[in-house]
């Protein structure tokens, strides 16, 4: 099996969010820019409509050229499973709303099971 397919197919949210050392923008888009070459236009349709479907576009639209790293604990899960490989086909969750509290847990939930 070719280990670049099964990666474009395959999301994983670890239990503690650990971005790449990129603004936020770019972490959201490796999923999508990584499943093919797509057009600037398409990929920030790809990062806003990941960042909605988290629930996190109002909060972060103004903030996506910071750098991932200064993200709050709350917004880092649903920001890293925004950018969890651009709607893979399977997602893997490591214990993503751990030591988060139950308002952030109930968000993050939602996120993934709406």
């Keep these: ?9 395959v999301g994983m949210v ?4 650990n971005p790449f050392p990129k603004v936020s ?3 959201v888009a490796y999923g999508p820019t990584r499943k093919r070459h797509q057009q600037e236009a398409v990929v920030e349709e790809a990062v806003e409509r990941s960042l909605e479907h988290a629930a996190l576009w109002t909060e972060v639209k103004d903030k996506l ?10 917004a880092a899960t649903p920001l890293h ?5 651009g709607e893979p086909e399977v997602l893997l969750l490591d214990e993503p709303c751990s ?9 993050i939930e939602e996120c993934f099971f709406n």
Excluded: E, W, Y
């Design 1 to 9: 099996m070719d280990v670049s397919d099964v990666r474009r197919r």
């Design 14 to 17: 670890f239990q503690k969010s």
């Design 65 to 74: 050229h910071k750098p991932a790293s200064r993200c709050r604990r709350t």
């Design 25 to 27: 923008f770019d972490n």
């Design 81 to 85: 499973r925004a950018g969890a490989g």
């Design 99 to 107: 030591a988060l509290d139950p308002i952030a847990t109930r968000k």
